[in-house]
């Protein structure tokens, strides 16, 4: 993690408490541990001081093995402040793990990173700890996010596009008997909402797409891609109820020269509205239940914290 390089420079208004006692020339106690401060002026480097307001409104300079960033040094799992990845064994208890993004949909380029998703379910003996367990893993370095099992089912039930794709994947790397239940229940996931998640985040996302233009000029050509990637995915959901990933042929050629600006922006927003209206047709001929089965998703939730109760 970044708070564990000891050259990562801390910013203005960081709350610490101070990790030694500060002595004085004459071997005094000036500041002792423990105490209560602000950064309120950061170094160049690591190798100098921070200015520091102490509780009681005192001005100390302090080097960084010095002090402790405060909401760690608070923290009952790490009692001494040392900042560390409090949660690196839970990946242990990731039982769900596929590729999305860019290799999942088929639309990879040679330097494209491979994006790994999933959920974890934890001991129960976790649960009821003070230290509880976090919605997310996330390992930026190794491009991978795991969601809490009864996070990742609540997105799912409110059609989260990601946790969808998660869903129907084709790139499954690692699945237990008991994620794959959970694969087998998919369906419940499909509802009209599609169309309340898929066509609202890709109209405000155009939006932000049409400032940044007019501000800056330029238009990130992936991220629109992908955005009309998400309408057409969309518009297949609510018609087959099913979660189509990897993109038909008959539309990879023209995603691809969008990403690679080959495309006019007024092609590409034509196109959207264009798919916009399809979107609404799909929604009004749609067979899909309006909202996803919730009884279902939950008897399975109660199922899996029992199964880790009694495992």
Known sequence: MTLNNPHYILSPGTQIVTATDITQPDGSIAVIRGAVGVVIKSPSDHRHAYRIRLIDGTEVSLKRHEIAIKKHYQNPRDPNGNETDQHADLYDYVIYRCVVGSRAYGLDSAD????????????????WSIYGVPEQLVN????????????????????NPNILECLYTPL???VTPLAQELLDLREIFVSKMIYQTYNGYVMSQFKKLNKHLEKHGSI???????????????????????????VPDAYRDQLLAIRDGKTPWEEVNQWRLDLHHDFDAAFNA?????????ERANEFLIAARRAALEG
């Open 112 to 127: 494209s990173d491979t994006d790994l998703r999933g959920f974890y379910l934890p001991p129960t003996a976790r649960y």
């Open 140 to 159: 930026e370095e190794r491009e991978e996010c795991y969601w809490e099992i009864q996070k990742f089912i609540m997105l799912a039930l409110k059609a």
């Open 172 to 174: 499954v790397e690692h």
């Open 220 to 246: 990130r050509w992936k991220h629109a891609m992908h955005l009309i990637r998400l309408l057409i995915s969309g518009i297949d959901g609510l018609e087959t109820g099913v979660i189509p990933v990897q």
């Open 286 to 294: 749609s067979q899909l239940p309006d909202r996803p089965d919730y």
